[in-house]
DNA sequence: CTTTGTTCTTTGATGACTCAAAATACAGTA
DNA sequence: TACTGTATTTTGAGTCATCAAAGAACAAAG
């Protein structure tokens, strides 16, 4: 069985790596990846951001990943997750995102305290609590964040077309918000609040680059933001 | 935080101490206490074997849980809680009932498998996930093994009588099952398969001393058995 | 080419938990 | 009192995950 933080490094290499592939609707014309670092690959220091660990610690972990197979590593030019790898850190996505979905449905928790809560419980959940979980939530395909939950077979569902960033919707069109992609329970007590849940329909009304700010209107309410 | 390691033993030398103080039905004489370890206090041995370590671990541990206040420890002698240590070792038994009694009661899983699942679970569900399943399940006062639920204040519920073992019950009586005091998945199969389960009324039909064994009706149907 | 600045790797240590095996204490027996 | 056998403690060592700080590598700038 792989330990709860071998679990947590992996998942955090898929994460990285997935949001590397869609590039983030950074304003800034693209921070200059300074040349290091393979395509594809995670380079370690963003890991070590991530895992909150020094540098030196995601080396050493990530060489430990490397032996046991479940990442290819190579020196100063950063991971990347092998077949292997990439299954298991697409089951510990479907565990802690099942998680988060029974959290909200069935116990009621604040849609911005479940993240903290799934980060710790989806290390013991056995396989057996989790099918009777995805049962009683009725085969879900996404969690509250609107994130996809992973099959049992490790596919990500269908995703249909999986949307657009907010920053990239032009003026006044109509959408329907499918994800939110913040983790900070901050943020989202204050999305919460302001109505902004994943299925909510809402209008892009204007923006402004120099603020870098965008607007939109939702249930008549005008709305200011910036990413996401 | 207590670690998951000291939760463990903290409930453990509580539960040593709990069955040590209502003394077991053992047949035998009494295995004699070679004369060692302080009356009330839990033999190191006897922790090593419950938590599956070495004697040498457990020696080394209880003078870490010692260093932290919850346990006091005299070489040679055994180890006993302090209040502190009590209050933990009641919470953690408090998350490890509720836990079991939400697998069985919402997720349905078998009463056989439930408590390595909630070995796990009890070490890692916060205070405000807690009170939610004790709220879903209407907080209740017994798990499925029927053993008490400590309350948040560290008290186990008022205990009607907490009832006898049915070794010592006479021949011919008809009593009600309280607890079933066996972690066995292998035993709980077999005693849900015969209808053994806490709530059940049952009738002491004859005993087989020299067998020692016991045999009781319950839906017409006879059993036997030995301890518990 | 050489310098610079940042990113990454190495090295040496630490804390929590564990084991194996040797050393010790002590109750009960002789 | 001396002896014996078991329960317990010590000692030495190992694993996992971590940090601090020193050293190396390399892209970009000069």
Excluded: C
């Amino acid at each position: 069985m792989p330990s709860a933080t071998v679990e947590d490094y992996v998942k955090a290499i898929y994460l990285a790596q997935e949001a590397a592939a869609s590039p983030p609707p950074t304003s800034t014309p693209t921070p200059r990846r300074r040349g290091r670092a393979a395509p594809g690959a995670v380079p370690l220091g963003q890991l070590a951001l991530a895992m909150n660990v020094v540098p030196g610690t995601a080396t050493a972990m990530v060489k430990a990943l490397s032996e046991a197979g479940l990442v290819k590593y190579q020196s100063r030019r950063g991971v990347r997750l092998t077949p292997g790898g990439e299954k298991l850190a697409l089951h510990v996505l479907r565990r802690h995102r099942l998680i988060e979905l029974f959290l909200v449905r069935v116990l009621h928790l604040d849609w911005s305290e479940v993240h903290d809560e799934a980060e710790a419980l989806e290390h013991v959940v056995s396989e057996k609590v989790l099918s009777r979980l995805d049962h009683l939530l009725g085969y879900p395909q996404t969690d509250p964040h609107g994130d996809p939950i992973p099959s049992t077979t490790g596919k990500l569902p269908p995703a249909p077309a999986r949307g657009r960033p907010l920053s990239i919707v032009p003026d006044g069109e109509t959408v329907q918000l499918l994800r939110v992609d913040n983790r900070d329970p901050e943020f989202l007590r204050f999305a919460r609040a302001a109505g902004l849940l994943p299925g909510t329909t809402l209008t892009l009304t204007s923006r402004t680059p120099a603020a870098s700010t965008l607007t939109l209107k939702l249930n008549k309410k005008p709305l200011t933001l910036s990413e996401s």
